[in-house]
């Protein structure tokens, strides 16, 4: 190992990306035993992501579930015009975004934000840039029901459901039941739950395939973890401490555009504070930020190294990098570097 190769992996293993898995598997059980939930065991998962993952003990995941999720989330059927599904904006082939700076709804509705990957979420802690849900089985109904989404009641959703006999047969097999909102709720999270990214070159580096990276992803991920300090939110499996952070991204000379995690908690210290997004599949999901502001990594390498943007209450982690142009250059091959393989359902 040459002593660059050397550096990285002190540096990997500083950052708790380069760890046995065990702690991640007793991290999953805590928030299990915390929030009432079972830790599912996942054997076909890509590799770099625990074998763990939170699963609410009411909705065990199935094969029958995954299958009937998979088809209602490409189902134009739960909009209001029957013109708009779930993979509308999620597309597979873009890492579950839609490439767009805001998320467009039925007839064209513009909503507020950039749509999210929706890749490992089965992790997550809490769901849209605010954390406004708590578990998927909640976040899964709000976007039906959103005027500038799906635009349509979810009873109106079940009674259509309910009028189709191929849908009453599926919910038949999967719960023994008709559908209705819970188990409508229930099948939608766990086929995303499904989907789930890893298997990157820098999961092949971590595995200790020394060749995985390129010098220069080496050199982005001594960055990433030391004189970036990126690794001070994007950490772990997934690359999110799945907290909330202020980065001065939505403020606009002295004016905040969108409170954030404000208008779930009300709490002056969340005023423009977004959820830390994963940086899995980074470079098929642009644009970035919550708003879709910045076009390319290069760019969003450019916002961290100058310190952000001003603001109130910016986090105490933004702050001026001093980055060289190369040293910019290799921080965005790195973040190239954890793309790597997608599965959803039973692919």
Same mark, same amino acid.
Not at 82 to 94: D, Q
Not at 180 to 197: G, N, P
Not at 241 to 249: I, L, M, P
């Given at each position: 190992?040459? *002593?660059?190769?050397?550096?990285?992996?002190?540096?990997?293993?500083?950052?708790?990306?380069?760890?046995?898995?065990?702690?991640?598997?007793?991290?999953?059980?805590?928030?299990?035993?915390?929030?009432?939930?079972?830790?599912?065991?996942?054997?076909?998962?890509?590799?770099?992501?625990?074998?763990?993952?939170?699963?609410?003990?009411?909705?065990?995941?199935?094969?029958?579930?995954?299958?009937?999720?998979?088809?209602?989330?490409?189902?134009?059927?739960?909009?209001?015009?029957?013109?708009?599904?779930?993979?509308?904006?999620?597309?597979?082939?873009?890492?579950?975004t839609d490439g767009k700076l805001i998320a467009e709804g039925v007839r064209g509705r513009k909503g507020t934000r950039n749509t999210p990957t929706l890749v490992n979420r089965g992790y997550g802690a809490s769901y849209f840039f605010d954390g406004r849900a708590g578990s998927l089985e909640e976040q899964v109904l709000q976007p039906i029901e959103g005027e500038a989404e799906l635009a349509y009641e979810i009873a109106l959703v079940v009674s259509r459901l309910q009028q189709d006999d191929d849908y009453q047969r599926a919910f038949d097999r999967a719960f023994g039941s008709p *559908?209705?909102?819970?188990?409508?709720?229930?099948?939608?999270?766990?086929?995303?739950?499904?989907?789930?990214?890893?298997?990157? *070159?820098?999961?092949?580096?971590?595995? +200790?395939?020394?060749?995985? $990276?390129?010098?220069?992803e080496a050199d982005g991920l001594r960055i990433?973890?030391?004189? +970036?300090?990126?690794?001070?939110?994007?950490?772990?499996?997934?690359?999110?401490?799945?907290?909330?952070?202020?980065?001065?991204?939505?403020?606009?000379?002295?004016?905040?555009?969108?409170?954030?995690?404000?208008?779930?908690?009300? $709490?002056?210290?969340?005023? +423009?504070?977004?959820?830390?997004?994963?940086?899995?599949?980074?470079?098929?999901?642009a644009p970035y930020m919550h708003d879709g502001s910045i076009g390319t990594l290069e760019e969003v390498v450019e916002f961290y190294d100058r310190g952000g943007d001003p603001s109130p209450s910016l986090d105490n982690d933004i702050r001026p990098l001093g980055l060289e142009a190369d040293e910019k250059r290799a921080l965005v091959a790195f973040l190239r570097a954890l793309t790597g393989s997608v599965r959803e359902g039973t692919r």
């Open positions: 190992m040459t *002593p660059r190769f050397m550096g990285v992996a002190v540096a990997l293993a500083s950052s708790a990306i380069l760890v046995n898995p065990a702690p991640w598997h007793v991290e999953a059980q805590a928030v299990a035993a915390v929030v009432g939930q079972s830790a599912s065991v996942r054997h076909d998962v890509p590799l770099g992501l625990d074998l763990y993952m939170p699963v609410p003990e009411g909705n065990p995941m199935t094969a029958e579930k995954l299958a009937l999720g998979r088809q209602l989330f490409f189902d134009t059927r739960l909009s209001a015009d029957r013109t708009t599904a779930c993979a509308t904006c999620h597309v597979p082939e873009r890492a579950f *559908p209705d909102a819970e188990t409508l709720a229930w099948v939608l999270a766990s086929y995303v739950r499904s989907i789930l990214a890893g298997d990157s *070159p820098v999961d092949r580096f971590r595995r +200790g395939d020394r060749r995985a $990276l390129s010098l220069e990433f973890v030391g004189k +970036g300090n990126c690794s001070a939110c994007h950490v772990g499996p997934n690359f999110s401490d799945e907290e909330f952070h202020n980065t001065g991204v939505a403020w606009r000379e002295g004016r905040l555009t969108d409170p954030g995690r404000f208008s779930v908690t009300g $709490l002056d210290e969340h005023r +423009g504070a977004f959820k830390t997004p994963t940086l899995r599949e980074i470079s098929r999901t």
